[in-house]
């Protein structure tokens, strides 16, 4: 049977198609070649945020540009506005500091992001930006309890003008200096789509506090509220650096985690399981992925300074389960570990080398130094 097309339809159709192509580059959330649109809004989206745009259908009405019936109107309309336009109008004032999300980050940074710049509209008016901007903030966060798990309700307050954050059991039970601090949202670790982890340094050892809130918004909120405080500290300890080169300082996603096999530092005792996190050059190993403190950190330096990783593990070493073994080579020992399969393997020592082939930062033979004198 042949299918005949009006011409008409013919000619929308050849219109609809030169008009997506002539938009389709990237997506907001910088996926190649969307493959939805939101027809209210003029923007072109990927998949996955088309179902976050859904959530405000009364705002957001999307469809797909390759299976979906378009009117001319509608065509029309997506012609004259597109993701450059649509960028202009509704993100005219997004702080410095405030993290612009894409595909590759979790659910509820990207809903929020969308709800943010079409529902709130708070990149049209600086007095919706108050919550994360005025340098003070205080409220209550779910906190994970240190020892026996469960999580607690626990006041917080961040100070810009003090340089901290704190919480509170009655009295202010730790105080974590902005200077040292990280958030990055780990949902799938702490098995709640709202989950923030937070660390410090405290005696140059890293603490982690796992926390949450029910509120997207709130706990979106805490998390820019971190970064802009971390972003003018920043402005006054480095006065010289561009605002390019502090963004990525304020808050870093770890570079790879999970678990591996590993020994003491003689070689001859069982390997254990342990959960690894890379955090820039720190590799911290856990019993638990939500304990508040490492087992152990090892500081990992630049191939200048006689940092390696290798394939495999010395000959002669015994005690392990997994099969895929990594030497860590430092100048002063080297750090046996193994993998449960190989690429596994293959994707630890590329993360690892992505932090040796770095050249180290003045700043960072301090750390260096730090690791090698510790007890």
Known sequence: MCLSLKKEDLEMLFKALSVFCA??????CHVADPEWASYTLGVFVCLSCSGLHRNIAQISKVKSILLDPWSSTEVEFMDSVGNNAAKAKYEQIVPAFYYRP?????????????????????????????PYSAGYREGFLWKRGRDKGQYL??????SE???????????????MRINTLNATFQPTKIGTAHGLQITHLKDNSTRNIFVYQEDGKEMVDWFNAIRAARFHYMQVAFPGASTSELLPKLTRNYIKEGYMEKTGPKHTEGFKKRWFTLDDRRLMYFK???????????????????YT????????????HWQFGITIVTPDRKFLL???????????IAALQTVINRP????????????KHKP
């Open 360 to 371: 180290m930062l003045p700043q960072e033979y301090a750390v260096e130094a730090y690791f």
């Open 338 to 348: 193994v993998c449960e399969t190989e690429e596994d393997q293959k994707d630890w």
């Open 102 to 130: 894409t595909h590759k980050d979790c659910i509820l940074l990207r809903e929020q992001w969308i709800r943010a710049k079409y529902e709130r509209k708070e990149f049209l008016c600086v007095e919706r930006q108050e």
């Open 288 to 306: 638990d992925p939500l304990d508040a403190y490492a087992r152990g950190e090892v500081f990992i330096g630049s191939r200048e300074n006689s």
């Open 23 to 28: 938009h389709l580059h990237v997506s907001l």
């Open 153 to 158: 309700s626990r006041k917080f307050i961040l």
């Open 309 to 320: 990783t290798l394939p495999g593990l010395p000959p002669n070493i015994q005690g392990y």
């Open 161 to 175: 003008r003090e340089g901290v954050l704190k919480y509170f059991n009655k009295e202010p039970k730790t105080i």
